[in-house]
């Protein structure tokens, strides 16, 4: 597994090409997303003060920071001794209020580089989601890490709660672009495996493979008490087949090649393709899984903040 160090990132944009962030959102896309919050639906375990839930409690926790004291504050948390240097209040906070470590899971499998027109492929949109709601965990102080796979991990990174983590992370994505098979059902064992601490998992990905190997990953995950969001991203084309005229279709990953007439197939394709999303929409429903079928052909900040306005209404 190759896994650059955060600070040796390095990007492929030719001069003058935006880099990291920049390259992904745009400051009026930022300025709408700062005003956003992922939420955990489920206890997690962080190293910051934040707004989500620990399974540390009591006068056991450890001391995270400091936060200016308010309305509304409990006056025995405050730190007296900080009063006595700086003539200021301020208030302990511990562990039981903990910041949210999140995994990006972003698959660059060759068929993630398909789009069947003028829009985007779905490996840049799932970039542009990945660059959205990193910049939303970072903005409200949590961290992101990230496990950028094909048929292996080829980038992992360790969550940090900076920009310039995000901004590296980032860079990592633009300087690999899709280009091998899928092995995301085992980039889920991996990630089950390595993460210690209880966190939230997205995953991206247009999970065209063994739905059935694909669901233990992710059974693997829940059993870790890993929060999962899943966003099976594809383009328009792949749900309802709607090509106009016969063509020849390629399958990106194996090179295969079918003559197809798609105004005879459509009926059936729609059904068969229906009943294999229709799977993973089952399977995450009984693990519990937070599962979104996402298409590249809408807005993403509509979705994004739709998607976290409905998350942070079921999560309270």
């Not at 972003?106 to 660059?131: I, N």
């Not at 991996?190 to 997205?202: D, K, M, T």
């Not at 105004?263 to 009943?275: N, P, Q, S, W």
């Not at 599962?291 to 052909?297: G, N």
Request: aromatic share 8%; proline share 4%.
């Amino acid at each position: 597994m190759a896994s650059d160090p955060p600070s040796k990132a390095k990007g492929n944009a030719k001069p003058g090409e935006k880099e990291g962030i920049a390259a992904f959102l745009n400051p009026a896309e930022m300025h709408k997303l700062g005003r956003l919050v992922l939420l955990s639906r489920y206890t997690v375990e962080g190293n910051l003060a934040g707004a989500h839930r620990s399974p540390l409690r009591g006068p056991s926790s450890e001391f995270a920071d400091h936060k200016s004291y308010g309305q509304g504050d409990d006056p025995k948390h405050i730190d007296w001794r900080v009063l006595a240097r700086t003539d200021k209040y301020f208030i302990k906070r511990y562990e039981d209020e903990t910041n949210l470590r999140v995994y990006l899971a972003l698959d660059r499998s060759a068929s993630m580089g398909y789009s069947s027109g003028g829009g985007p492929t779905k490996f840049q949109f799932a970039c542009h989601l990945a660059a959205a709601l990193g910049y939303v965990i970072v903005k409200a102080r949590d961290s992101v890490g990230l496990f950028l796979h094909a048929e292996k991990v080829d980038v992992k990174m360790d969550s940090g709660n900076s920009f310039q983590h995000l901004n590296n992370l980032l860079k990592h994505v633009q300087s690999h672009p899709p280009g091998e098979g899928s092995g995301i059902a085992k980039t889920l064992h991996e990630i089950a495996g390595s993460v210690r601490r209880r966190a939230l998992v997205v995953v991206i990905s247009d999970l065209l493979t063994d739905e059935a190997a694909v669901t233990k990953g992710l059974a693997h995950l829940r059993k870790q008490r890993h929060d999962v969001i899943v966003f099976q991203t594809l383009d328009p084309a792949e749900i309802d087949l709607s090509f106009k005229k016969a063509c020849e279709l390629e399958d990106l990953e194996t090179g295969e090649r079918l003559s197809v007439n798609p105004r005879g197939l459509a009926d059936e394709y729609r059904k068969v393709f229906g009943a294999f999303l229709e799977q993973y929409q089952k399977a995450c429903a009984g693990l519990n899984i937070d599962y979104r079928l996402v298409r590249t052909d809408q807005p993403l900040e509509s979705f994004v903040r739709a998607y976290l306005e409905e998350r942070r209404r079921l999560s309270r």
